[in-house]
């Protein structure tokens, strides 16, 4: 039987920096792919939400990301991963955050066991694409395969569909 494929992410709604300007996301960039992406696959999806929350303003949500990724910090999670088992691709999603995946991400990655696994990355940012975060999925999980990942840039989020559509089909 062919398994579903799960469809998880994280991303953080309200100030962000798109194009050059602050504005308000009342959805985040990579929350619009991740909800692409399900549709298209007809996969599970799982939000990776922290228990606390970001700073509203854009530029302290920086610095405290910042200091999350010095200390290799761990963010709690609201909820977490109980039936990998039931998965054997996983497409994951995140936003570059200071050329990696947020926090949050390792939180999520280091709470179920990835062995034998396919991670697909994809990922939105505002000009450092991928970063180095595919080479550190691989290190948090060295039993998984990881593929080559998509990064999209936040403002072309909303006309993405045909990019993300050829993608999944290859
Ligand atoms: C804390 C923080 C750090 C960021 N660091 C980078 C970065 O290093 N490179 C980059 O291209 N974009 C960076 N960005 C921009 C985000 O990657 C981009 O706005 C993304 O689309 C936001 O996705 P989201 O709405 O799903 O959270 C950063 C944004 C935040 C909030």
Not at 123 to 133: A, D, F, I, P, R
Request: charged fraction near 25%; hydrophobic fraction near 30%; include cysteine.
């Amino acid at each position: 039987m062919n398994k579903k494929c799960l469809v998880a992410y994280y991303s953080r709604k309200g100030q962000n920096y798109v194009n050059g300007n602050i504005i308000n996301l009342p959805v985040g960039n990579t929350e619009k792919i991740a909800n692409m992406i399900r549709e298209l696959t007809e996969g599970d999806l799982f939000e990776i939400k922290t228990i606390k929350s970001y700073p509203k303003d854009y530029m302290e949500t920086t610095r405290v990301a910042q200091d999350e990724l010095s200390e290799n910090a761990r963010p709690e999670l609201t909820e977490y991963l109980d039936n990998i088992d039931d998965y054997d691709v996983i497409y994951l999603g995140y936003p570059n955050w200071w050329g990696t995946f947020p926090m949050a991400v390792c939180t999520f990655l280091e709470s179920s066991d990835f062995t034998g696994k396919t991670i697909i990355p994809f990922c939105t940012h505002e000009g450092s694409g991928m970063g180095h975060s595919e080479r550190d999925i691989r290190g948090l999980c060295p039993t998984a395969n990881v593929e080559k990942g998509l990064a999209i840039r936040g403002g072309s989020v909303s006309s993405a569909e045909k990019i993300v559509r050829s993608w999944i089909s290859k």
